[in-house]
Protein backbone atom coordinates (compact mmCIF):
# COMPACT_ATOMS: atom_id res chain seq x y z
CA UNK A 1 0.00 0.00 0.00
CA UNK A 2 1.39 3.07 -0.91
CA UNK A 3 2.24 6.02 1.64
CA UNK A 4 0.79 9.27 0.97
CA UNK A 5 1.77 12.60 1.60
CA UNK A 6 -0.22 13.81 4.91
CA UNK A 7 0.43 17.39 6.68
CA UNK A 8 3.56 19.12 5.51
CA UNK A 9 5.57 16.25 3.74
CA UNK A 10 5.53 13.62 6.21
CA UNK A 11 3.53 10.16 5.25
CA UNK A 12 0.87 9.02 7.16
CA UNK A 13 2.64 6.05 8.18
CA UNK A 14 5.30 8.35 9.16
CA UNK A 15 5.26 7.91 13.24
CA UNK A 16 7.45 10.90 14.59
CA UNK A 17 9.88 10.01 17.60
CA UNK A 18 7.60 11.80 20.35
CA UNK A 19 4.61 9.86 19.25
CA UNK A 20 6.19 6.42 19.13
CA UNK A 21 7.65 7.08 23.01
CA UNK A 22 4.32 8.39 23.89
CA UNK A 23 2.59 4.54 22.35
CA UNK A 24 5.51 3.06 24.34
CA UNK A 25 4.11 3.92 27.02
CA UNK A 26 7.53 6.21 28.36
CA UNK A 27 7.59 9.01 31.05
CA UNK A 28 6.69 12.07 30.23
CA UNK A 29 9.53 14.03 31.07
CA UNK A 30 12.22 11.16 29.76
CA UNK A 31 10.31 11.65 26.85
CA UNK A 32 10.55 15.69 26.57
CA UNK A 33 14.93 14.83 27.53
CA UNK A 34 15.01 12.62 24.54
CA UNK A 35 13.39 14.78 22.26
CA UNK A 36 15.56 17.50 22.98
CA UNK A 37 18.83 15.83 22.48
CA UNK A 38 16.78 14.84 19.48
CA UNK A 39 17.05 18.39 18.83
CA UNK A 40 20.04 19.25 19.59
CA UNK A 41 21.45 16.87 17.09
CA UNK A 42 19.82 19.61 14.46
CA UNK A 43 22.13 22.21 15.18
CA UNK A 44 25.42 19.49 15.65
CA UNK A 45 24.70 18.71 11.98
CA UNK A 46 24.25 22.23 10.88
CA UNK A 47 27.72 22.68 12.48
CA UNK A 48 29.20 19.81 10.96
CA UNK A 49 27.90 20.35 7.15
CA UNK A 50 28.58 24.29 7.52
CA UNK A 51 31.54 24.51 10.40
CA UNK A 52 34.74 25.71 10.36
CA UNK A 53 36.85 22.17 10.78
CA UNK A 54 40.10 24.31 12.51
CA UNK A 55 41.04 23.55 16.09
CA UNK A 56 39.25 25.31 19.15
CA UNK A 57 41.29 28.39 19.98
CA UNK A 58 42.19 29.66 16.85
CA UNK A 59 40.37 32.80 14.69
CA UNK A 60 38.65 32.73 11.20
CA UNK A 61 39.35 34.77 8.60
CA UNK A 62 36.53 37.55 10.21
CA UNK A 63 39.03 37.50 13.82
CA UNK A 64 35.99 35.13 15.34
CA UNK A 65 36.54 32.57 17.69
CA UNK A 66 36.91 29.20 15.72
CA UNK A 67 35.44 26.33 17.94
CA UNK A 68 36.60 22.49 16.64
CA UNK A 69 33.50 20.63 16.24
CA UNK A 70 33.34 18.49 19.18
CA UNK A 71 33.77 21.89 21.64
CA UNK A 72 31.12 22.93 19.54
CA UNK A 73 29.15 20.19 19.51
CA UNK A 74 29.45 19.91 22.99
CA UNK A 75 27.97 23.47 24.00
CA UNK A 76 24.85 22.79 21.83
CA UNK A 77 23.97 19.47 23.75
CA UNK A 78 25.09 20.81 27.42
CA UNK A 79 22.85 24.03 26.66
CA UNK A 80 19.93 21.67 25.61
CA UNK A 81 20.49 19.54 28.32
CA UNK A 82 20.86 22.62 30.98
CA UNK A 83 17.52 24.14 29.39
CA UNK A 84 15.02 20.97 29.47
CA UNK A 85 13.61 21.55 33.04
CA UNK A 86 14.74 17.40 33.67
CA UNK A 87 18.44 17.41 34.29
CA UNK A 88 20.05 17.64 37.54
CA UNK A 89 24.18 16.53 36.10
CA UNK A 90 25.73 16.20 33.19
CA UNK A 91 29.33 14.53 32.66
CA UNK A 92 31.00 14.99 28.82
CA UNK A 93 33.47 12.97 27.37
CA UNK A 94 35.07 16.72 26.04
CA UNK A 95 35.42 18.06 29.85
CA UNK A 96 34.83 14.34 31.75
CA UNK A 97 33.98 16.56 34.84
CA UNK A 98 30.76 16.79 35.97
CA UNK A 99 28.82 19.97 36.00
CA UNK A 100 25.73 20.71 37.94
CA UNK A 101 23.00 21.89 36.21
CA UNK A 102 20.08 21.64 39.26
CA UNK A 103 21.75 18.47 41.59
CA UNK A 104 19.19 19.03 44.01
CA UNK A 105 16.11 19.19 41.66
CA UNK A 106 14.28 15.62 42.60
CA UNK A 107 13.39 13.38 40.56
CA UNK A 108 15.47 14.47 37.40
CA UNK A 109 17.89 12.79 35.09
CA UNK A 110 21.79 13.07 34.74
CA UNK A 111 23.69 12.37 31.31
CA UNK A 112 26.78 11.24 30.36
CA UNK A 113 27.58 11.94 26.58
CA UNK A 114 29.93 12.11 23.63
CA UNK A 115 28.88 14.82 22.15
CA UNK A 116 30.82 14.04 18.57
CA UNK A 117 32.69 10.65 19.13
CA UNK A 118 35.41 9.95 15.50
CA UNK A 119 35.12 13.94 15.51
CA UNK A 120 38.75 14.05 13.50
CA UNK A 121 36.93 11.60 11.35
CA UNK A 122 34.81 15.04 9.69
CA UNK A 123 38.07 15.71 8.08
CA UNK A 124 38.14 12.81 5.85
CA UNK A 125 34.21 12.77 5.49
CA UNK A 126 33.91 9.91 7.30
CA UNK A 127 30.39 9.28 9.48
CA UNK A 128 30.47 10.28 12.80
CA UNK A 129 28.07 10.44 15.99
CA UNK A 130 26.64 11.33 19.36
CA UNK A 131 26.58 9.10 22.52
CA UNK A 132 24.67 9.45 25.37
CA UNK A 133 23.56 7.78 28.24
CA UNK A 134 20.60 8.86 30.72
CA UNK A 135 20.33 7.66 34.43
CA UNK A 136 17.93 8.76 37.05
CA UNK A 137 18.35 10.86 39.93
CA UNK A 138 21.73 12.55 40.18
CA UNK A 139 24.46 10.22 40.56
CA UNK A 140 26.39 9.19 37.59
CA UNK A 141 28.77 7.09 38.95
CA UNK A 142 26.31 3.83 38.69
CA UNK A 143 26.77 0.63 36.43
CA UNK A 144 25.28 0.19 33.51
CA UNK A 145 22.76 -1.48 34.95
CA UNK A 146 20.96 1.54 35.97
CA UNK A 147 20.77 3.62 32.75
CA UNK A 148 16.99 4.30 32.23
CA UNK A 149 17.67 5.12 28.47
CA UNK A 150 20.72 5.22 26.24
CA UNK A 151 20.46 6.70 22.71
CA UNK A 152 23.19 7.38 19.64
CA UNK A 153 23.01 9.58 16.64
CA UNK A 154 24.89 8.72 13.41
CA UNK A 155 25.87 11.48 11.21
CA UNK A 156 26.05 9.97 7.70
CA UNK A 157 24.86 9.71 4.47
CA UNK A 158 21.46 9.69 6.23
CA UNK A 159 20.80 10.80 10.04
CA UNK A 160 19.65 8.62 12.23
CA UNK A 161 19.01 7.94 15.94
CA UNK A 162 18.60 4.76 18.02
CA UNK A 163 17.98 4.36 20.98
CA UNK A 164 16.47 2.19 23.89
CA UNK A 165 15.03 2.74 27.44
CA UNK A 166 15.03 -0.68 27.86
CA UNK A 167 11.72 -2.16 25.42
CA UNK A 168 14.06 -2.86 22.61
CA UNK A 169 15.97 -0.93 19.93
CA UNK A 170 14.29 1.18 17.69
CA UNK A 171 15.90 3.43 14.54
CA UNK A 172 14.60 6.49 13.21
CA UNK A 173 15.72 8.61 10.94
CA UNK A 174 15.75 12.14 9.67
CA UNK A 175 13.37 13.37 6.97
CA UNK A 176 13.29 16.27 4.70
CA UNK A 177 11.57 18.30 7.58
CA UNK A 178 14.17 17.43 9.87
CA UNK A 179 12.15 14.84 11.82
CA UNK A 180 13.11 11.83 13.09
CA UNK A 181 10.42 9.23 11.73
CA UNK A 182 10.62 5.27 12.62
CA UNK A 183 12.37 3.48 10.17
CA UNK A 184 12.81 0.24 12.48
CA UNK A 185 11.59 -1.06 15.44
CA UNK A 186 12.32 -3.87 17.75
CA UNK A 187 16.33 -4.62 15.66
CA UNK A 188 17.42 -7.92 17.03
CA UNK A 189 21.16 -9.34 16.60
CA UNK A 190 21.72 -12.95 15.14
CA UNK A 191 23.67 -15.52 17.19
CA UNK A 192 26.88 -15.14 14.49
CA UNK A 193 29.19 -12.68 13.29
CA UNK A 194 29.53 -12.37 9.44
CA UNK A 195 31.64 -8.96 9.96
CA UNK A 196 34.11 -7.74 12.51
CA UNK A 197 35.43 -4.28 13.71
CA UNK A 198 38.62 -4.62 15.51
CA UNK A 199 40.27 -1.52 17.48
CA UNK A 200 43.70 -0.55 18.13
CA UNK A 201 46.57 -1.92 16.43
CA UNK A 202 46.92 -5.54 15.71
CA UNK A 203 50.60 -5.95 16.81
CA UNK A 204 49.80 -4.70 20.31
CA UNK A 205 46.76 -6.94 20.92
CA UNK A 206 47.44 -9.60 23.91
CA UNK A 207 47.45 -13.78 22.74
CA UNK A 208 43.78 -13.81 23.84
CA UNK A 209 43.03 -11.48 21.50
CA UNK A 210 45.30 -12.42 18.36
CA UNK A 211 43.72 -16.11 18.63
CA UNK A 212 39.77 -14.22 18.70
CA UNK A 213 40.96 -12.79 15.62
CA UNK A 214 42.15 -15.63 14.09
CA UNK A 215 38.97 -17.44 15.37
CA UNK A 216 37.16 -15.11 13.70
CA UNK A 217 38.82 -15.52 9.96
CA UNK A 218 38.75 -19.31 9.55
CA UNK A 219 35.02 -19.03 10.06
CA UNK A 220 34.64 -16.35 7.46
CA UNK A 221 33.96 -13.09 9.14
CA UNK A 222 35.17 -10.29 7.00
CA UNK A 223 36.83 -7.00 8.40
CA UNK A 224 34.58 -3.82 8.08
CA UNK A 225 36.37 -1.05 10.07
CA UNK A 226 36.16 2.70 9.69
CA UNK A 227 37.69 4.18 13.19
CA UNK A 228 34.10 5.97 14.02
CA UNK A 229 32.90 3.39 16.97
CA UNK A 230 29.13 4.81 15.86
CA UNK A 231 29.13 4.12 12.37
CA UNK A 232 30.95 0.79 13.08
CA UNK A 233 28.57 -0.26 15.85
CA UNK A 234 25.58 0.93 13.76
CA UNK A 235 27.10 -1.83 11.09
CA UNK A 236 26.78 -4.66 12.99
CA UNK A 237 23.72 -3.63 15.30
CA UNK A 238 21.73 -3.17 11.77
CA UNK A 239 23.11 -5.94 10.23
CA UNK A 240 22.53 -8.02 13.12
CA UNK A 241 25.25 -10.36 12.77
CA UNK A 242 28.69 -8.74 13.81
CA UNK A 243 31.25 -7.81 16.69
CA UNK A 244 32.97 -5.05 17.70
CA UNK A 245 35.97 -4.80 19.97
CA UNK A 246 38.51 -2.22 21.09
CA UNK A 247 40.36 -4.73 23.29
CA UNK A 248 43.22 -4.71 25.94
CA UNK A 249 46.70 -3.56 24.28
CA UNK A 250 50.39 -4.37 25.27
CA UNK A 251 50.39 -1.15 26.39
CA UNK A 252 46.98 -0.15 27.32
CA UNK A 253 45.32 -3.01 29.40
CA UNK A 254 42.32 -1.12 29.58
CA UNK A 255 41.95 -0.22 26.03
CA UNK A 256 40.86 3.06 24.59
CA UNK A 257 37.07 3.49 24.85
CA UNK A 258 35.07 4.91 27.76
CA UNK A 259 32.82 3.02 30.39
CA UNK A 260 30.31 6.28 31.00
CA UNK A 261 30.48 8.54 27.26
CA UNK A 262 31.08 5.58 25.18
CA UNK A 263 30.47 1.86 26.34
CA UNK A 264 27.57 1.78 29.22
CA UNK A 265 25.26 3.15 25.67
CA UNK A 266 26.65 1.20 23.51
CA UNK A 267 26.16 -2.19 25.56
CA UNK A 268 22.66 -1.15 26.99
CA UNK A 269 21.43 -0.91 23.20
CA UNK A 270 23.56 -4.30 22.23
CA UNK A 271 21.79 -6.29 24.83
CA UNK A 272 18.48 -4.81 23.95
CA UNK A 273 19.00 -6.15 20.70
CA UNK A 274 20.02 -9.67 21.75
CA UNK A 275 23.19 -9.20 21.37
CA UNK A 276 26.01 -9.32 24.48
CA UNK A 277 28.59 -6.95 25.64
CA UNK A 278 31.78 -7.68 27.86
CA UNK A 279 35.35 -6.23 28.80
CA UNK A 280 36.86 -9.63 27.97
CA UNK A 281 36.11 -11.30 31.56
CA UNK A 282 32.67 -9.64 32.23
CA UNK A 283 29.29 -7.66 31.71
CA UNK A 284 30.11 -4.35 30.56
CA UNK A 285 26.84 -3.04 32.26
CA UNK A 286 28.01 -4.55 35.71
CA UNK A 287 30.74 -2.58 36.12
CA UNK A 288 31.38 0.00 38.59
CA UNK A 289 32.91 3.12 37.18
CA UNK A 290 35.39 4.73 39.90
CA UNK A 291 36.34 7.66 37.71
CA UNK A 292 34.45 9.87 35.37
CA UNK A 293 36.83 8.93 32.52
CA UNK A 294 37.51 5.44 33.03
CA UNK A 295 38.30 3.37 29.94
CA UNK A 296 37.47 -0.46 29.78
CA UNK A 297 38.19 -3.02 27.14
CA UNK A 298 35.60 -3.98 24.77
CA UNK A 299 34.22 -6.51 22.99
CA UNK A 300 30.46 -6.14 21.94
CA UNK A 301 27.84 -7.78 19.02
CA UNK A 302 26.47 -11.46 18.62
CA UNK A 303 26.91 -13.34 21.85
CA UNK A 304 28.21 -16.63 20.19
CA UNK A 305 31.75 -14.13 19.34
CA UNK A 306 31.67 -12.45 22.45
CA UNK A 307 31.48 -15.63 23.91
CA UNK A 308 34.09 -16.64 21.78
CA UNK A 309 36.56 -13.87 22.47
CA UNK A 310 36.01 -14.15 26.34
CA UNK A 311 36.76 -18.02 26.25
CA UNK A 312 40.17 -16.65 23.88
CA UNK A 313 41.22 -14.22 26.75
CA UNK A 314 40.38 -16.75 29.21
CA UNK A 315 42.77 -19.53 28.26
CA UNK A 316 45.75 -17.26 26.38
CA UNK A 317 45.27 -13.42 28.24
P1 LIG B 1 38.03 10.29 18.66
O1 LIG B 1 36.67 10.64 19.20
O2 LIG B 1 39.17 10.79 19.50
O3 LIG B 1 38.18 10.60 17.20
O4 LIG B 1 38.17 8.70 18.77
C1 LIG B 1 37.13 7.92 18.23
C2 LIG B 1 37.21 6.59 18.94
O5 LIG B 1 37.21 6.77 20.32
C3 LIG B 1 36.05 5.68 18.54
O6 LIG B 1 35.08 6.35 17.80
C4 LIG B 1 36.72 4.62 17.66
O7 LIG B 1 36.11 3.37 17.81
C5 LIG B 1 38.15 4.62 18.16
O8 LIG B 1 38.42 5.94 18.60
C6 LIG B 1 39.12 4.27 17.05
O9 LIG B 1 40.40 4.27 17.64
P2 LIG B 1 41.64 3.81 16.73
O10 LIG B 1 41.80 4.90 15.71
O11 LIG B 1 42.78 3.71 17.71
O12 LIG B 1 41.28 2.49 16.11
Known sequence: MEATAGQAGKTKFQIDLRRYLREDGEDEQLIHLI????????????????????????????????????????????????????????????TADIVFIAPHRTGNFSVAYDPLDGSSLVDVNLAVG???SIYRGCDLMQPGTKQVAALYILYGPRTTLVYTTGHGVHEFGMNQ??????????????????????GGLRSLYTPGTGKFVRQLESNGVKLRYSGGLVPDFNQILMKGKGVFFYPHL???????????????????????????ASNGRQRILDLVPQKFDERSPFFCGCRDDVAMAEACIREEG
Request: hydrophobic share 40%; with cysteine; aromatic share 6%.
Open 35 to 94: CEIAEASKYIINSIRTGDLGVAGTSNLYGEQQLALDVLSDRILRKRLAQSGVVSNVVSEE
Open 130 to 132: TIV
Open 250 to 276: QNAPQGKLRLLFELNPMAFLMEQAGGA
Open 177 to 198: LMEYTLLRRNVRMEPKASIYAP
